[in-house]
């Protein structure tokens, strides 16, 4: 198994549309992250889960819904998405307990909303 | 909010010659990573740096942290094509969240 697993790897859906990304990381780790990356624009930290709890949301507007049910677990659910919302979705994790250390990510959930 | 510029935003080289990307922040830098990402996929960590001046290798690769820690550079000694992809670094500021820069995109031709 490999560290940090994100499924599906790509995703298109339409603006009406209701789905979820879903991110596994097999590390121990107790934080986890969900970014998103955008053409020619930095990595955008959404949320942050530590000990399954959201300690972050960067003003991520209401149709990201993400859900940590355990430390190894994260989702994000999508709904009414816009077009501008296709972007890398990126998860990963760290060991937690405040920021500092390596991240790990998973490879990523490529979304294209239409 | 801190934020962090890199340059040059791109960079097209030989392969077998040095390169150096660099990294600079709007705040002093209490930890500073780097990544790498190859193109739709995840970010690999490269290394960490915390001390001002530090210096650190990986095989062909160096960082280095400035004395002043708001500027990081990484240096590419006779680049390879497996060098190619897009360099990030990321930053610990005095917030309890990882922020990164816009990237560096590397290609290397033979």
């Known amino acids: 198994e490999t560290g940090v697993t994100q499924t599906p790897r790509h995703l298109v859906m339409g603006m009406t549309n209701k789905k979820s990304l879903k991110c596994e990381q097999h590390?121990?780790?107790?934080?986890m992250y969900w970014y998103k990356q955008s053409a020619k624009k930095p990595l955008e930290l959404m949320f942050v889960y530590n000990f399954k709890e959201q300690t972050e949301n960067n003003s991520v507007p209401s149709r990201f819904s993400p859900e940590c049910p355990n430390s190894s677990h994260l989702f994000l659910h999508l709904h009414t998405l816009q077009p501008e919302d296709s972007a890398l979705y990126l998860c990963?994790?760290?060991?937690?307990?405040?920021?500092?250390?390596?991240?790990?990510f998973g490879e990523g959930s490529r979304l294209t909303v239409l | 909010s801190q934020e962090l510029e890199q340059s040059p935003q791109s960079l097209i080289v030989q392969e077998g010659k040095n390169l150096t990307i660099n990294c600079t922040s709007s705040?002093?830098?209490?930890?500073l990573y780097w990544y790498k990402q190859k193109y739709g996929e995840g970010l690999i960590f490269l290394m960490m740096?915390?001390?001002?001046?530090e210096e650190k290798s990986h095989e062909k690769i160096t960082a280095k942290l400035d004395e002043k820690k708001q500027q990081s550079s990484l240096h590419i000694t006779a680049s390879q094509p497996s060098h190619a992809g897009i360099y990030l670094c990321?930053?610990?500021?005095?917030?309890?969240?990882?922020?990164f820069g816009t990237g560096t995109r590397l290609q290397v031709f033979p």
């Open positions: 590390l121990g780790h107790n934080a």
């Open positions: 990963a994790s760290s060991q937690g307990g405040g920021v500092g250390g390596e991240l790990f």
């Open positions: 740096l915390q001390k001002g001046g």
């Open positions: 990321g930053a610990d500021g005095n917030t309890d969240k990882l922020i």
């Open positions: 705040k002093t830098l209490y930890g």
